[in-house]
């Protein structure tokens, strides 16, 4: 079991930047990766970025050289830092982990709006 806690959305401006945080807790030698993504109302839920616990990552097109994976493996959490941000990144945000025997655990989700 891991535990996946999300915090940090809120409401922007176009152009403007927000951080989310993910702590996750439990079996946490078994993760292989982690990332962030989003959702939504009537849409399924898309992969916005992911990271290896080794550092490799993977951004979708719609936000590459704007958000920014990261992660801390002493305080065993993730991070998104969102910038240049635009009405369309408007979603429910949500952070995954995946283990190595292929569960997957999801935080709650965090609201990321953002105003024209």
């Known amino acids: 079991q891991v535990y996946v806690v999300e915090s940090g959305g809120g409401l922007a401006q176009s152009g403007g930047s927000l951080r989310l945080s993910c702590t996750f807790s439990?079996?946490?030698?078994?993760?292989?990766?982690m990332g962030w993504y989003r959702q939504t109302p009537g849409k399924e839920r898309e992969l916005v970025a992911t990271?290896?616990?080794?550092?490799?990552?993977n951004y979708a097109n719609s936000v590459k050289g704007r958000f920014t994976i990261s992660r801390d493996l002493m305080k065993d959490t993730l991070y998104l830092q969102m910038s240049s941000l635009k009405p369309n990144d408007t979603a429910v945000y949500y952070c995954?982990?995946?283990?190595?025997?292929?569960?997957?655990?999801w935080g709650q989700g965090t609201q990321v709006t953002v105003s024209s």
């Open positions: 990271t290896t616990v080794g550092g490799t990552t």
């Open positions: 439990g079996r946490i030698t078994s993760i292989d990766f």
């Open positions: 995954n982990v995946h283990l190595y025997d292929d569960l997957d655990y």
